[in-house]
Structure formats: structure tokens, C-alpha cells
């Protein structure tokens, strides 16, 4: 399969890694243009750079991995009817704030969502620590392997997701539809925390709309 990412910092080149190990082919991009990205694939081997509208066109799946407050940018053209995946998390500092998401009105996801009207957002990779995407994988069945939420409000893109999720080295727990995604936004119970698949069924259930935790060590992004 073919993976465009738009935003080639910690989380699109940590999933970029895995995607490419397991035998994916892989298109990074940033704002500022591939001119900007010529040592990026001696550090990792066989990636592809472009433009974000490049890596939109490259993708039969497109990850989405920039800081919040860029969305709007994400080009909604190219993206039409593919499956698009959303790391992206709000922090307000970073992000400048978003009332609708202050108030617990929407989520990150749907914002996105509302932007790519014609593509099938999920939302995926949104609450692990980028270094530990490459240090937790493991293979199918392992016994200590970690589950990631998903949610998404296409059943089918939503599947694909989870198979890729499994190939990447991830069980992956169901959260959902877009709407119900805050149940693993910052600040809630499953953020960033390593958990199996019972665990965060659990941390899911235990989320609380308007109630964030304080951010724990290395959950700062
Ligand atoms: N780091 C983590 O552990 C982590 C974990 C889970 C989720 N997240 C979330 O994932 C998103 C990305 O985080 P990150 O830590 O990977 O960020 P980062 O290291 O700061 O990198 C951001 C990347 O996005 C690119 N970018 C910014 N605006 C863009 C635009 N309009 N179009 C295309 N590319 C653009 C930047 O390129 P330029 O420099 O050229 O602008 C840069 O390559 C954030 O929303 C973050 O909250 C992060």
C-alpha cells in the first residue's frame, strides 16, 4: 500500500519506519517542501519526500501528523474518497485556542473531518509517544503487545486502519465514531499510557468528557 504522510516530524517519521518495515511504501512532507527533507531518507532508508500535496496525491492511505492548528491547510482536494488518518492532538498553547474544543463542543478529529468532507477520517497514533511507536511494536500475538484507539465514523476505513494497525505491531480497541473520539484526546485516561487491549477498553470507559488529568511524564505533545 501506498502511505503519504503530511508532517514529517516525530509521529510521521515514527510511523513512517513502521510502515516501511513492513513493506509499505512511503511519502513524508512538510510545509516548507522536499527541498527542506534531502537527509531525510539516508536516515530512513526508502522513504519518499514531496510536497503535502504530493504525499496527498502519493497515498491510497494519508496520515496526518501536524500540529493542530494547521488543519485547514491539509489539501482537501486531493484526499477525496481516500482514507485519511489523524494523529493530530490540541494543545492550546501550541494551537492557539479552538472555543469549540475548550467548551467539549467537538473533537480534534471532527474539526479535520469537517474539513476533508469528502475523504473517511480516523483517528489513530493521536495517543502514543512518538519514540514509543517504534519501541513498542511487536508481532501479532505477543504477549505483551500494546492496543492503540481507534475511532472513526466509516466501518470500512475504519477496518483498514485496525489490519494496518496489526501489521504495524498494534492491537487496536474500537472507540467509535468521530464524536466519541475525546474519549482518547489529551488529557483522558488512555492518553499516551501503555495499555493492552483490556486496559484500554477500561481507560475508555473511564473517560470523562470535560475532565483532563494533568499530563504525566512524556505525554507532553
Ligand atoms: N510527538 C508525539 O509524541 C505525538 C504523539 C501523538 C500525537 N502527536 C500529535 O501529532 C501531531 C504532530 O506531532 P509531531 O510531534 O510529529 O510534530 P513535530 O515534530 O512538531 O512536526 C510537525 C511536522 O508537521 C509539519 N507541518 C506543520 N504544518 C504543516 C502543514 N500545514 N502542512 C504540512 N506539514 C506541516 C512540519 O513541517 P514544517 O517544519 O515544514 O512546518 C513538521 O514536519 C501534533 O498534532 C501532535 O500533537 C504527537
Known sequence: MKIGVIGAGFIGRAVAELALAAGHEVMLSNSRGPQTMSSVPSGIPGVQVGSAEDAARFGDVVLVAIPLEHY???PAKWLEGKVVMDANNYYPNRDGHI???DRFETTTSRLLAEHLP???VVKVFNAI???DLTQDARPHGASDRRALPVAADDTAAKAQV?????ELGFDAVDAGG???SWRFERGKPAYCIPLDKAGLEAALAKAERTVELPAVER???
Open 162 to 166: 485496525i489490519r494496518l494497525l496489526d
Open 72 to 74: 485547514r491547510s491539509v
Open 219 to 221: 505525554t507532553r505533545r
Open 99 to 101: 472555543p469549540a474544543l
Open 178 to 180: 468521530l464524536d466519541d
Open 118 to 120: 469528502h475523504a473517511q
Open 129 to 131: 509517544f512518538a519514540p
